[in-house]
């Protein structure tokens, strides 16, 4: 069974800190990672991911992929409160399938 | 400006009837989809659509319907055979399977 796993599921850390999500996967014929931000309704997208070992980054954001072992991290660097959403990670499957699953989600909560 | 509309944002209906909600999207994407979301889960595939007069069932479909008339609407019905509606719903598009999506607001759903 296809699966994504996000750990932690909730993560309470203040300002400047840096923090670190994990995506872990087992599935049938990947095609692609992709993280989305979501903070209150419509998620929005951060990166995706297709090549292990190439960091994406986009300001206090990175994510690598490990497709050996089966895992991305996203990384935020000098947290804001702005920062605060649910973190989503997805997992692209087999394009004849054109299957997307989704992990539960880190709920990140970013003290002042 | 170019994006994906869901309305309406928040729906209440009584046990027994069916409700649709409305996607609509002037990206120009052929695929569109509709993910269920329930607290502390994460996004779970009800029907996707790859393009006009083509739809396909996800993981959790049993009670839902759809129809794909025009490459801009995709309209979600939740059926009185739906069992446990109240919940999140997003619509989203991309231009492919293998791409990053784009997520409406959602609608909530409530039964009452």
């Known amino acids: 069974e296809d699966k994504v796993v996000q750990s932690p599921l909730s993560l309470v850390v203040h300002e400047g800190d840096t923090v670190t999500l994990n995506c872990s996967y087992e599935v049938t014929n990947f095609r692609s990672l992709l993280w989305y931000k979501q903070e209150k309704k419509a998620p929005t997208f951060l990166f995706m991911l297709?090549?292990?070992?190439i960091e994406k980054k986009s300001g206090r954001l990175s994510s690598i992929l490990d497709k050996k072992e089966l895992f991305s991290i996203l990384n935020i660097t000098a947290t804001q409160t702005g920062d605060s959403a649910v973190y989503l990670c997805a997992v692209g499957i087999s394009y004849n399938n054109n299957d997307m699953r989704f992990g539960a989600g880190t709920r990140l909560t970013v003290k002042p | 400006d170019g994006g994906i509309t869901q309305s309406p944002k928040y729906l209440f209906r009584k046990e027994g009837q069916n409700v649709t909600l409305s996607c609509e999207q002037n990206l120009n994407h052929d695929a569109m989809y509709w993910y269920r979301q329930d607290p502390g889960q994460g996004l779970r595939l009800i029907y996707y659509s790859q393009i006009v007069n083509d739809f396909q069932k996800g993981d959790i479909a049993e009670g839902y319907s759809v129809s794909r008339e025009k490459k801009e609407s995709f309209p979600l019905t939740v059926t009185s055979a739906q069992k446990n509606p109240t919940a999140f719903y997003l619509c989203?598009?991309?231009?492919?399977?293998?791409?990053?999506?784009?997520f409406g607001q959602g609608t909530r759903l409530t039964v009452v």
């Open positions: 297709t090549s292990s070992g």
């Open positions: 989203a598009s991309s231009i492919d399977r293998r791409g990053r999506a784009f």
